[in-house]
């Protein structure tokens, strides 16, 4: 589960250059705790990680804090918003392994 919800903030921003959203879920630290990664028009998952997490399945999370980025836009999201796109993602990157 993410961290508690007075303390985190979540956002996604698009990379153009990537043609990829990106989705977050940021500690009151600025450290990424939950990160997703869309893909492409179809949106494919090709990332969930979490930190701490080493399963390289789900990817790995952002190595620097959110306040040392630069050129990014962020779009906010609530929890709710946040979790769908998270459990969805898992669950499609869960379930390429069987």
Avoid: I
């Avoid at 985190?8 to 959203?21: A, I, L, V």
């Avoid at 930190?51 to 779009?75: I, Q």
């Amino acid at each position: 589960m993410g961290q508690d919800e007075s303390v985190s903030r979540w956002f996604r921003s698009w990379w153009e250059e990537e043609d990829t959203w990106f989705y977050f879920e940021v500690g009151g630290d600025g450290w990424v705790s939950r990160q997703v990664e869309l893909e492409g028009p179809a949106q494919r998952p090709v990332a969930a990680a979490s930190a701490g997490d080493d399963d390289a399945r789900y990817g790995f999370t952002a190595e620097l804090p959110v306040t040392e980025w630069e050129g990014h836009v962020e779009v906010p999201m609530n929890l709710q918003e946040f979790e769908e796109v998270w459990n969805a993602a898992r669950q499609h990157l869960t379930d390429l392994e069987v």
